[in-house]
């Protein structure tokens, strides 16, 4: 009996030998040995965790320092005898928390329907019969078969395998499929490297291949990279810091406030109860009730909005968290690029040829020193076009209004090239036939087939044809093809081609060389022996190109201030050619200290890599340990990092980074359960627009915040005032509750919801430590509020005597109210007039404003929500009054801005 599989350089033995170790054969296990085996190895999962319960993700919701303030202030208007005081509060608290509840259940539904299906089944042999079994009752020492599309269900050794890569970019970043062969390799090899395993989640792009199973579940090396993730422990978001900060100034500054004015009061020679009740009172009404649930909205908001630009986000303070990212550790292929492999350039011995046309659709033109032409024209480049359409085993077809490609990128490359040209793959095998073929390997380095077809005059033809790489296929080539004939291969014709193919290669483009061998009718068979005295047609030059608008997505990136780096597991020279494209690196800019492969980083201590951070730009050949230690040697620095990924060997970068983006196409379910976004179309331009969407959650969530300090701190003032001054008191406790939670909810509601202003990506990102009421917000509270208590007492002091004090508090009433109304407008822009904004660019605005004076009038002429709140009617000329007076802190408000836009208030200020 197997005892364990750990810890086993399966890779560096034999295939005898890995046989042997596994206690199997090539006919498979016993099922009651499999059986036996299930019980000892468990099932072949990978380990996840449980998800959370609909009720704890409601009890999460209630974390932030500021609901538990409110919470206390809760109990004590109830302790007080204010319980309708308490059931307000209570409603807002639990508005707040459904709120967070039904948006991140709403982004984990989103989720799901983006999760690639687990592979259900897979064939394995079962005393040497093939039997389709569930991929979780796999057992070490199962033997696998592989076809063509097979995702691989757990990691293997092969022990057969013909014309058989593999995608390993979930594991390893290669953008380009691995060969795979038999034989064992270095026990010290990178996992990239290991050609003799095939490994849980892959994909096998072509070929067939036999493997046993070396491990299950969480000892795959899947299993290894998501057990990593649980000793990651995931940081507070800024937001939360910041909310967590407000609500512990706010308990102090209410308990400071209370004390204030007990002691005003009892020194004046009030009672010391009734103080103490009416300095509770005013404390519990002095929090902004409706701050939490403001912030929910403006975040809920905030996700809908990015939800339509392709962003999911998973939970609400992330959405903010966007808005402070100063650097984005990209990847290369799938996000920066279109993971869809294109042929840009072809050449033949009379002509270099432009090809247009991006991805898998057969839609594009040929052009010759920039002009349109057509292969017809070119018997050589016709002739090579149809051999890239044969010479492959890979399809494209369209599929739901997208072109899909199967089999591997390179081929399918070739197949969409000659589809360009007129030659459709499977119209050509309608009247001809592929008679034998030499599959590709990575030994050999290119496929070759015998073909048969009627040339003109119904006269059958034989032709070998041959698609590689420039050198091996150099090497057989006598001939070069020109305008149709075949001459034979001169110096000056090899130096070209061999020029040709170093330009190309200087623009990261891979290079095939395509060539042919007319042969008799009576050539049945292929061997490598006939692979001589070739006839070179041409080159062709193909690359994974850069998606569109993304050159232009990273310079805005560099106007806002953020820095871009790429981490990719490609090569070198292909990682610098995309960067060069894009804009990550200039076009002639020198590569030293830009420019790393993960040999140069790994051995360095975590200091000397902070000093390589201060001009690194791309990190090519990266291990999932280096992503890892680049995204924490960023954050020491003091960066706000957002890190993207697809495969599970980013998961443990994007957990720790401080906002993990994972790729929803292409993105493996450990990436997406860790990342706290999730790109709908895995496009790197959607992360810019969700940085700019950040923005403008924080711009709202910080005016929105500024607005409801300012309105409350008004009303403390006003009460303190009034104590002073030996007033009565204008407001009244269950007043002032209103104010912070009808009054001040609309409009707070509807700063939430401020768009767009078009500067939000020409400003630097904001320190991660920035705090949320800036000394521009203090200075500006301290002057609205003086406005706001001279004016509400003034309206109180020419309203009292007339009509008893209900009538002189419901004129406070009246001119608090519009104070808080008039704040709003202006409290839309911290730097901007709202008469350059407009009044209604923001329709919610006005509503919210509009709501307002409605509600207001109800309980000031409805009778019996006058004697709840302790107000009377007033006439026309009252709230003309109130209006009038109350605008002042527009003007207050809009002078202040006036002088920081002519820079006479400092910027660090702001």
């Known amino acids: 009996m197997l005892k364990t599989t750990n810890n086993r350089a399966w890779h560096a033995l034999s295939v005898d030998e890995v046989l042997l170790a596994l206690t199997s054969s090539a006919a498979g296990l016993s099922d009651d040995e499999a059986a036996a085996r299930l019980e000892t190895y468990g099932p072949n999962e990978l380990p ?37 005081d308490a059931a307000a509060i209570g409603i807002i608290v639990l508005a707040n928390a459904l709120i967070g509840y039904a948006q991140e259940r709403k982004a984990e539904a989103a989720l799901s329907k983006l999760k690639a299906m687990v592979v259900p089944s897979v064939t394995v042999k079962r005393g040497d019969h093939a039997v389709r079994i569930e991929s979780s009752s796999l057992v070490p020492g199962d033997i696998v078969l592989i076809a063509q599309g097979d995702r691989i269900s757990a990691d293997l050794r092969l022990i057969n395998a013909r014309d058989l890569t593999i995608d390993e970019a979930a594991l390893t970043g290669e953008s380009l499929p691995a060969s795979k062969k038999l034989e064992a390799v270095s026990e010290r090899a990178a996992i990239g490297d290991r050609s003799s395993m095939a490994f849980m989640g892959t994909l096998a792009v072509s ?30 978001t800024p937001l939360e810091r910041r909310v967590d900060r407000l609500g512990g100034g706010l308990a102090v500054a209410a308990i400071a406030c209370a004390g204030l004015i007990f002691f005003i009061g009892v020194r004046q020679g009030l009672e010391p109860l009734e103080m103490f009740l009416v300095a509770v009172a005013m404390a519990v009404s002095s929090i902004p009730e409706g701050l ?22 998973r939970r609400l303070p992330a959405v903010e968290t966007l808005g402070t990212v100063d650097v984005i550790c990209t990847d290369k292929t799938g996000t920066l690029t279109e993971n869809q492999m294109t042929v840009r350039k072809a050449f033949t011995l009379t002509h270099e040829i432009e090809v247009t046309g991006e991805g898998w659709a057969p839609e594009g033109e040929f052009l010759i020193q920039g002009k349109k032409a057509s292969p017809a024209e070119h018997p050589s480049f016709l002739h090579l076009l149809r051999a890239a359409a044969l010479c492959n085993r890979a399809a494209v077809e369209r599929r739901d209004e997208r072109w899909i490609a199967s089999g591997d990128p390179t081929e399918a490359a070739l197949v969409v090239m000659a589809g360009k040209g007129g030659y459709e793959k499977n119209d050509l095998l309608r009247t001809e036939k592929t008679v034998d073929e030499i599959p590709f390997t990575s030994e050999r380095k290119y496929r070759a087939i015998l073909h048969e077809y009627v040339a003109p005059g119904d006269k059958p033809t034989r032709e070998i044809m041959i698609v590689g790489a420039f050198e091996p296929i150099l090497a057989m080539t006598d001939f070069v093809a020109e305008q149709g004939a075949a001459h034979a291969m001169t110096p000056e014709m090899r130096a070209r081609l061999e020029a040709e193919t170093g330009k190309m290669a200087d623009g990261a483009l891979r290079v095939l060389a395509i ?58 020279d292909t990682a610098v050619a995309i960067a060069r494209e894009v804009g990550i690196l200039d076009r002639d800019e020198d590569l030293a200290g830009k420019v790393f492969i993960d040999a140069e980083v790994a051995p360095v201590s975590d200091e000397a890599l902070r000093g390589i951070l201060a001009r690194a730009a791309v990190f090519a050949r990266v291990s999932p340990q280096t992503k890892l230690r ?11 990092v957002a890190m993207t990924g697809d495969g599970i060997n980013d998961a443990p970068s994007l957990k720790r980074a401080d906002i993990g983006v994972a790729m929803g196409i292409t993105g493996t379910d450990v990436t997406k359960e860790v990342a706290e976004m999730v790109l709908a179309d895995d496009n790197f331009v959607s992360i810019v627009a969700a940085v700019e969407e950040g923005r403008i959650v924080y711009r709202n969530v910080k005016q929105t915040v500024s607005y409801l300090v300012m309105t409350n701190v008004g009303e403390v003032v006003t009460i303190l005032a009034a104590l002073v001054l030996a007033l009565p008191i204008p407001l009244l406790p269950a007043q002032i509750l209103w104010l912070n939670l009808v009054t001040d909810g609309f409009t707070g509601v509807a700063l939430a919801a401020e768009r767009r202003h078009g500067d939000e990506l020409a400003n630097p990102p904001r320190r991660k430590n920035e705090r949320m009421l800036s ?7 301290a002057l609205a509020a003086a406005l706001m208590a001279a004016g509400t007492l003034l309206m109180f002091r020419w309203a009292d005597g007339r009509d008893g004090e209900t009538y002189a508090r419901t004129v406070a009433f009246l001119a608090m109210t519009f104070f808080q109304l008039w704040n709003v407008f202006s409290l839309r822009s911290a730097t901007e007039s709202v008469f350059t904004l407009g009044f209604r660019s923001n329709r919610w605005v006005p509503a919210g404003v509009a709501v307002s004076i409605a509600l207001a009038a109800l309980i000031i002429y409805v009778p019996a929500l006058q004697r709840v709140f302790g107000l009377s009617a007033v006439g026309w000329r009252e709230w003309g009054m109130a209006i009038l007076v109350s605008s002042s802190v527009l003007w207050c408000v809009e002078g202040w801005k006036l002088l920081i836009r002519r820079g006479m208030i400092p910027k660090r200020w702001l």
């Open 515 to 572: 060539a042919y061998k007319r042969v008799d009718v009576s050539h049945v068979e292929l061997h490598e022996k006939d692979l001589h005295g070739l006839t070179m047609l041409g080159l062709v030059g193909m690359i994974d190109p850069p998606r569109k608008d993304v050159r232009e997505a990273i310079l805005e990136c560099r106007r806002a201030g953020i820095r871009v780096i790429m981490n990719t597991g490609d090569h070198r």
């Open 48 to 84: 996840a965790e449980p998800p959370a319960s609909k009720f704890l993700l409601f009890l999460k919701q209630f974390k932030s320092a500021l609901v538990w303030v409110l919470f206390v202030a809760a109990v004590i208007s109830l302790l007080a005898g204010h319980p309708l």
């Open 630 to 640: 680049v995204v924490k040697a960023l954050q020491d620095l003091g960066h706000t």
């Open 207 to 236: 070929g067939e291949g036999v493997g046993v199973v070396t491990a299950t579940g969480r000892a795959t090396a899947f299993g290894q990279i998501a057990q990593s993730l649980s000793v990651i422990k995931r940081e507070k």
């Open 775 to 781: 000394r521009s917000v203090f200075i500006l509270t």
């Open 292 to 313: 939490p649930a403001v912030l929910a909205v403006v975040l809920a908001i905030g996700v809908q909005r990015m939800a339509r630009r392709n962003a999911i986000t």
